[in-house]
């Protein structure tokens, strides 16, 4: 089971709105995910207000070799949170 970190829209169109989800990579982008892990708005105004994360659980997807996707691994360098 390949497990990845990526977006899924939820947004109305021209609002986007994101949640950060842990999906097996094999499901589309409506798929159903394992476990919703915060939530990014791209339209807030600073990076706080943008990205809310359940930071235990993502360290812990990250520990059994969950991979980011190019924009969550962009998104987490941003808000400082790495893999340990």
Request: glycine share 8%; net charge positive.
């Amino acid at each position: 089971m390949a497990v990845v970190i990526r977006l899924q829209r939820v947004g109305k169109p021209k609002h986007p709105h994101f949640r950060i989800v842990a999906i097996e990579k094999r499901y589309g982008p409506r798929g159903a995910p394992l476990e919703i892990l915060g939530s990014y708005d791209p339209k807030a105004e600073k990076l706080k207000d943008k990205l809310h994360l359940k930071e235990e659980r993502l360290k812990h997807w990250l520990g059994v070799g969950a991979v980011p996707s190019e924009t969550m691994g962009s998104l987490l360098k941003a808000s400082k949170l790495k893999k340990e």
